[in-house]
C-alpha cells in the first residue's frame, strides 16, 4: 500500500488574487520593516489557503519567505510585540525546494546592538496530519494542551529578551507526507526557519540557539550536527535536547520481537513516514489487515487520536505481520532517525525526567554517553519528576525551564534579565 493511497485531497489555491486575499509580483505588501538588501514580503492569504504555496514556487533559495501574515490565534505568544505566521522555502527529504509553515514572536521594546538573540522551538509529536500542525492552535486544535503548555514556557523566553520562532517540519500543514521523526528534514526545517524570520524582520540576530522536546529534542540535536554547515550565514551557538527521541531503530526492533506488547501511538507516524521517506519500506507487507485498516488514521488526527481504542491501542499482533521482512524498515530507521549517529558541534545540553515513560532515560543516558565519546561538549541534568505518561514527559519542558535558561545565556545572552 502507497502512503500516498489514504492521503487526504488538499484544497488548490484558486483565484486568490482576483478575491482581493494575495498581493503578488511587484505590488506586494510590506509586513514589517525591511532594509534595502532584504527582499519584500508578500502578504499571505486568509485561512487555510495560507498552507497551500503556488504552483510553482518564487525563485530563491531555501529561507526565504514566500508569503507572511499577522498570527493572531492561539499559536502567538502574548508576550511578544510582533506575532507572524510565515510560509518559506526549505529542502524536503529528495532534496527539492518545498514550502514549510511556521512562526516569528518578537520581544516588544527596542533590540540590543546586533539584534533580538533568536531561540528555533522544535516541537515534539503532534502527529502527521496537516491538522496537527502548530501553528493551527486554537480552540478547535486536536492537540491543544500540549501546544498552549509549551507555549507557556516559551513566552517567557520571550519576556526574557529572545525571539522565538516554530517550524511546522516538511510536510505538517503543507503539501507533502511529514516525514516523521526523520533528522535531516526537521534540522533544515529549524534553521531555515531562522533564515525566514530574520527576512520578515531585520531586528533578528544572525546568533541562533535551537531548542525542543521529545521529536524536537532530537530535531534539535540534528540541528546541532546539521544548521552550522547548512546556514553558514547563521552562527549556531548551542542546543537544548529536552526529553530527546533516539535509538529509535532499537525501539522498532524491540516491538517486532514482543508481538503481545500493547501497540504505541508512535508506531504508526513511524510507519508511515518511513514508507514514505523509503521506498523500501512496504506498509502492504508489514501490516496485518487490521493495520492497513487503521494506519490511514496518521492522516486525519493527531497523536491524542491514535491512543484511542480505535487507534494503535492493541497488541502489536493484530497490527504487524509478524512474519513480514523488517530488515527495509530497520535500516531505514537506523539512517534516518537515529540521532545518536551524528556528531553535534556546538555545546549541548540535554534535559531527561527520571521517569519519563515515553523517552526512557536509558536511551538517553546511551546517546548522551556517545556523544562524549565522540568528544561533544554535553552538559547532561535529570529530574525526578513524578507522575504518569504523558504528563512526566511533557512536564519535563516546565520543570528544566530554570537550567535552560541559565545555561543559553552563556551561549547566547538574553536581551533581558
Not at 532594509?35 to 518564487?58: C, H, K, N, Q, V
Not at 502574548?78 to 514550502?99: C, D, F, H, K, M
Not at 546568533?207 to 554547515?229: K, T
Request: with cysteine; net charge negative; charged share 15%.
Amino acid at each position: 500500500m502507497r502512503l500516498s493511497s489514504f492521503r487526504p485531497s488538499r484544497p488548490t489555491l484558486l483565484n486568490l488574487a482576483a478575491a482581493g486575499a494575495l498581493t503578488v509580483l511587484a505590488g506586494c505588501a510590506h509586513l514589517s520593516p525591511n532594509s534595502e538588501s532584504r527582499p519584500a514580503i508578500t502578504s499571505g492569504p486568509a485561512g487555510d489557503a495560507f498552507y497551500t504555496p503556488p504552483a510553482t514556487l518564487p525563485e530563491g533559495k531555501h529561507g526565504d519567505v514566500i508569503w507572511a501574515r499577522d498570527l493572531t490565534n492561539e499559536a502567538a505568544l502574548p508576550s511578544a510585540g510582533q506575532n507572524w505566521l510565515v510560509l518559506y522555502r526549505s529542502t524536503n527529504i529528495a532534496g527539492e525546494p518545498i514550502a514549510v509553515s511556521g512562526t516569528v514572536a518578537i520581544p516588544k521594546g527596542t533590540p540590543p546592538e546586533g539584534g533580538w538573540p533568536v531561540i528555533s522551538w522544535t516541537h515534539g509529536t503532534t502527529g502527521i496530519a496537516d491538522v496537527c500542525a502548530p501553528s493551527k492552535n486554537g480552540p478547535d486544535y486536536l492537540d491543544r494542551d500540549y501546544v498552549s503548555g509549551i507555549n507557556v514556557t516559551l513566552d517567557q523566553w520571550v519576556q526574557r529578551g529572545y525571539a522565538v520562532v516554530k517550524t511546522d517540519y516538511e510536510g505538517l500543514g503543507t503539501p507533502g507526507t511529514h516525514p516523521y521523526l526523520n533528522g535531516p528534514s526537521e534540522a533544515r526545517g529549524a534553521t531555515d526557519m531562522v533564515l525566514a524570520a530574520r527576512q520578515v524582520s531585520p531586528a533578528l540576530s544572525r546568533d541562533w540557539l535551537v531548542m525542543g522536546h521529545s521529536q524536537g529534542g532530537q530535531a534539535a540535536a540534528y540541528a546541532a550536527y546539521l544548521g552550522p554547515i547548512y546556514a553558514q550565514d547563521l552562527n549556531l551557538t548551542g542546543a537544548i535536547a529536552i526529553s530527546p527521541a533516539s535509538h529509535i531503530s532499537v525501539q522498532i526492533q524491540y516491538i517486532e520481537t514482543h508481538p503481545d506488547m500493547p501497540g504505541s501511538a508512535f508506531t504508526p507516524l513511524i510507519l508511515a513516514s518511513l514508507a514514505h521517506s523509503a521506498p523500501g519500506v512496504d506498509l502492504d507487507k508489514l501490516l496485518t489487515e487490521e493495520g492497513r485498516k487503521r494506519i490511514g488514521m496518521v492522516n486525519e488526527g493527531c497523536i491524542g487520536e491514535l491512543r484511542r481504542p480505535d487507534g494503535w491501542a492493541i497488541t502489536n499482533n493484530k497490527l504487524l505481520n509478524t512474519n513480514a521482512d523488517f530488515k527495509a524498515l530497520n535500516a531505514a530507521a537506523a539512517s534516518l532517525t537515529d540521532v545518536e549517529n551524528v556528531r553535534p558541534s556546538v555545546p549541548l545540553l540535554v534535559l531527561q525526567a527520571d521517569h519519563d515513560h515515553i523517552v526512557l532515560k536509558p536511551f538517553t543516558d546511551m546517546m548522551v554517553a556517545r556523544f562524549k565519546n565522540l568528544g561533544v561538549q554535553v552538559d547532561y541534568r535529570t529530574y525526578p519528576i513524578q507522575g504518569q505518561a504523558p504528563a512526566v514527559h511533557r512536564d519535563t519542558v516546565p520543570a528544566s525551564l530554570a537550567d535552560a535558561m541559565d545555561w543559553a545565556n552563556q551561549y547566547l545572552p538574553a536581551a533581558r534579565h
